[in-house]
Every structure is written in C-alpha cells, then in structure tokens.
C-alpha cells in the first residue's frame, strides 16, 4: 500500500515538475537569446527609442510603439469587458433565478473557447465597416475594433471569475444588509463587490494578461504598423503581432533582426509576470485582512 503511495506521490511530483521546468525552459530561452541581442543594442535606445523599424534599411530598436499598441488595445478591451462583466456578475448573483444563472453562465463561457481567429475576422469584416460609417477616416486596420472585440473575448473572464467571488460571500452578509434596511441595488453594490473585491481584482488583472498577450484579433484586425499612438482609429502593431510577423518571414535565423522576437518577448513576458505577481499579492493581502 505504501509503495503505491509512493507511486502516486512521484507521479504528482513529475507533473508539477513539468510546468515548473517548462517555466524555466522558456525563460532560459528568451534570456539566452535577449543577450545576444543587448549584446548589439542598447538596452537604454530599446526602451526609450520611439521607432521601431528592424526590417526595415534604417534600422530603429525602440520597442516604445509596440507597447503603445499593446497598451491602447488592451485598455479598450478593458473598457469594454470590466462594466459588463461586473454588471453580469452582479445579475447573475444578486437578480437572477439560480436556474437561470446555471443556464447562462455556461453559455457565457463559451466565448472563451471561440478561436480567436475567429474573433479577428470578425472584427476586421463586420465591427470596422460599421465603425467607418461613424468615424469615415478611420483606418482599415484599426486598434478600435481590434480592442472592442477583445474586450468581448475576456468577457467571461471578468463575468464568470467575479461571479465566483461573490458567490464565496458568506450569506450572512447579504442577510445583514437587508436586515439594516438595505434595497438589492445597495446590497450588491455596497456590500457584496468590496466583500469580494480580492477575486474581483484579480479576475481583471487575469483578463488584462489575456488581453496583453493575445495574438490572432490584433494580427488581423489592428494592423503592423509600429505607431507611438494612442488614437485608437488608427493602425497599429502589437508585441504579440512583430513576433507573429517575423516568425512567419523571411529573416535569418540567428540574425540581429530575427533576435528582436526574443527582446520583445522577454518584454511581453515581464509584463504579464508583473501582472500575474500583482494578483497574488492582492489576493494574500485581502485573505489575511479579513482573517
């Protein structure tokens, strides 16, 4: 008996290993090539350099305007995904029959598992003809469209996670807030969402990582154009686009140009490391404040 629960416990060991060396393997792989490039570049012109042309004769290494596009994207999908999924949250939760919110909820999810191919076709097709009739001089690729049909990609990721928190709201909280006369609206918003704040916090920031980190919607429907801008109609490149792109080019392997995809990808993976580390952090913090 013992012995097949020593089994039981290497085996659950090996697969915890395998996502933390997967981890590491990837970091060591972004490191290693990253220095070969800073090796050549200046990490001070690739962080403050406002233009970024590698492939282009007059080479420029700042990544400034991809973060600019990765950021303006993201904020619009954030725009569009906080109130309405909070707003899902607080139905499902507070007004909804529990029959209605089982039935729901799954088919909210569901957005979740739409390729996201699908989603950039969708926003390059149907949502930015429909925006040039009221913005004529809006670009065919666009970062508004791109970041509204984002916004409603990670949708479930706020609705669904921000549900789940106030559903762990003890009862008795919402029991006392009728009790002191409070109406439903109060309760939920009064009572319920900073109750839950710690899993709604951290619901956002998981929809923010989604959104810095998605690729297919902005490849299609954004553009690659490397702008320092933050007009959402006109065109513009993400990091996860420039990797995109010059993976599937003609550069050289081992070149300069090709190693801007690992700059750019240690830069992404900073990001969403700091975003992930923020939601663990939160989430301690407000568990040991209401312990």
Known sequence: MRIREKIIEWLLFLCSAVTVLTTFGILFVLLSESVKFFSEISIIEFLTDKEWTPLFADKQFGIMPLVSGTLLTT???ILVALPLGLTIAVYLNEYASRRFTEVVKPILEILASVPTVVYGFFALLFVTPLLQQLFPTMSGFNALSAGLVMGVMILPYVSSLSEDALRAVPQSLREAAYGMGSTRFQ???RV???AASSGIIVSIILA????????MIVAIAAGQEPKLTLNPLQSVETITTY???VSMGDVPRDSLEYRTIFA?????FVFTFALNNVSVWIRKKYQQKYE
Not at 208 to 215: P, Q
Not at 264 to 268: C, D, E, Q, S
């Open 75 to 77: 904020f619009i999908a």
């Open 187 to 189: 309760t939920a918003f």
């Open 192 to 194: 319920m969402i900073p």
């Open 208 to 215: 923010i990582s989604r959104a810095i980190g998605e690729t």
């Open 243 to 245: 990797i995109v792109q």
């Open 264 to 268: 750019a990808g240690i830069t992404l």
